[in-house]
């Protein structure tokens, strides 16, 4: 299959535009403005059923929904679209409702390694044996975009890519060889797996050289939005040489794929590329946000996890959705995310077991949700720090938090686990207790 992607104008063209209800429609004319959109042919013909629009879980990771915005700027950009004002003359408001939305990343300045004084560009550090890197090709542009996706100010900003990404290669080097606790890099974007394996191998190279680095990982969600990219491809010989190479000089690969609903996984050519991915011996890891309306039963999960446990890939965390802004219209309370991960669980083979969620998506902790607790008549959720930068405490520490029903929000973690946090500290909890 041809790659060919749509943005919100070319997408007009298209038959499925028609398929579209009037009122999906209008909200995508509206939204697609303002935020991010993309898609590909696969995710069109194989992916969406349109029989089952607007409801159809992939059709609702793809496209934009009202909930996105404020309702006011909804209704003054809905106002403003009605009178039949042009996108020219429009720009300036719908470029004002987007910078309300620009997500807050509170990646703190202790988190931006650098060298005699000069940042590393291009590198976060948070945790003390892991770095994420973004090279400036692979932080441009993914398969098709997520509807959830907080990196979306990436997306067509020139301006933010430089400002979070390097050009030359060899950037991270110094720092790493300065830094042998680190073990594990990160390379991530948008998605990495968009380049040519040749510019992939470029930017990985220098890294491999380095003898304190023992594992790369590759996160990415082409198998979901394009698994041609492991099958059919060009250079897709040439992309699975390079994960046997990386593995050839002693490194552990590890791709990081994201998938949030099991019909990601029902295609052939999806079941081929995992196939030929494993042949390398690259390990797969699944991880992916609990989201409202795509993937909010425990049925979801537990086909999720069954069919990635089926095709031999590892179930490894379930994420709460980053609370960055446009994003809380995704997330579910958090009292029914712990009651979808824990039923599903039962209902997975006993494989899935070590799948570790929900996780909070915080820039700073991994943030484990780990249950409910009953003090003296007072029900609180069990939070436990699963891992925290080098200079902050709280790693593996337990914190309350009061129990709500409906709560979507467990509040400034970062603050909860710092030291002068004064939440209930339990070091030692027994967690059998749970309600
Ligand atoms: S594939 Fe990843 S980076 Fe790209 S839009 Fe989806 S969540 Fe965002």
Known sequence: ?????????????????????????????????????????????????????????????????????????YKALRLLYQSGLDDKTL?????KVKKKMYPEVKHCETSIPKINGVRVKGMYSNFETIVSLFPDPMAKTCHSYCSYCFRWIMFNNKEAQQNSSYKDPNEPVAFLKAHPEISDVLFTGADPLVLKAKTLQKYIDPVLDIDSVKVIRISSKSLGWWPYRFTTDQDADELLELFRYIQS???????????????????????????????????????GPIVEGINDTPEDWSALWNAQIAHGMVPYYMFIEADHNSESCFRIPLAKALQIFQTAQKQTTGLARTVRGPVFMNDLHRTLLDGIITIDGQQYFVLKSLQAPPNMAGEGTIKLIPYSETTKDAGDLIALFSKESKEETLPVLNLNETA
């Open 1 to 73: 299959m041809k790659f060919i992607s749509y943005n919100n104008t070319s997408f007009k063209k298209t038959k499925y535009y028609l398929k579209l209800p009037d009122q999906e429609r209008e909200v995508f004319d509206i939204l697609s403005s303002v935020f991010h959109f993309k898609v590909n042919a696969y995710v069109l013909e194989y992916l969406i059923n349109w029989d089952a629009i607007p409801n159809d879980p992939i059709y609702k990771l793809i496209f934009p929904r009202k909930e996105m915005l404020q309702p006011v700027d």
């Open 91 to 95: 720009m300036p408001f719908i470029q």
């Open 249 to 287: 000089k002693g490194k552990h690969l590890n791709l990081c794929a994201h998938f949030t609903h099991v019909r990601e996984l029902e295609n052939s050519v999806v079941k081929e590329a995992i196939k030929r991915i494993r042949e390398t011996g690259t390990v797969i890891r699944c991880q």
